[in-house]
């Protein structure tokens, strides 16, 4: 069960999306999956590279666009463990609305965010998680006059039965993290603080150990209760780590569709007779 392929990643020395890339391999080696069972479906940015990083079924995909990709591969074969990852700019701009769709479609999808709070790939524009004021030489040198999106609050919102956040400074942590969302029976939201050490000189590892909050620090904290994890994401401007929310009650989309079965559509005989392909043709002429 090894998720290590040959591709050497080019990412920037330092760049925290090599902790993420560590982390979902490990995380997926100890659940137990295989190469052959798993998927990892891609945006477009530094952190989209992903795909081509883990040894495994892969789809670099375009921009926004890795959640539509990885619901289809996910509807054809149920069986796959599909992951989709990307960055937050390619997921929380251009990909919102399908990030916000699939939260409430709840298909047994997990979705990984490298969140660097810039477009790295482009060389450090705002992206929808800078925060307002968020100063950048090259694009923002007067400060963001956009408020920041808060994704642990959008999935909460959109309905998501799972929402973690991880570091990419706690390896440990953000392993777990993974994990629980791989096994977790419909659509997961893992957003990873990850630094672009390279364009985004505020939002370092060390602004993030001073900032953020571990939810195993609050004590009390039930993940069993959205209203809680609402609050106590906005409480700390979404800066907090662990599993934030859980919902093991929804069903997942594919255990909903009538007459969707348990065998996947790939290992279904769909072959139409020619007098079925005729009729078809027929219909829509
Ligand atoms: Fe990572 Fe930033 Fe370099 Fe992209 S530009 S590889 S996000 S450090």
Redesign the pocket.
Known sequence: KDFRNNVRP???P????FSVQAAIQRALAETGKEPEETAVISGI???GRISGYINSYGFHTIHGRSLPVAQGVKLANRDLTVIASG?DGDGFGIGLHHFMHAARRNMDITYIV?D?N?Y??T?GQTSPTSAHGFKNPKSTPEGNIENALTPAQVALAAGIGFVAQGFSSDIKQLVDVIKAAINHKGFSLVNVY???????KVNTYDWYKENITNLDTIEGYDTSNRIQAMSTVMAHQGLVTGVIYQNNEIKAYEDLIPGYKEEPIVNQDLALSEEDFAKLIKAYA
Do not use: F
Request: charged share 10%; glycine share 20%; net charge neutral.
């Open positions: 080019n990412w920037c330092g760049c925290g999306d940015g530094c952190s960055g490298m660097n810039i790295g790939l060389k990850s630094p672009c050490v390279t364009y985004n």
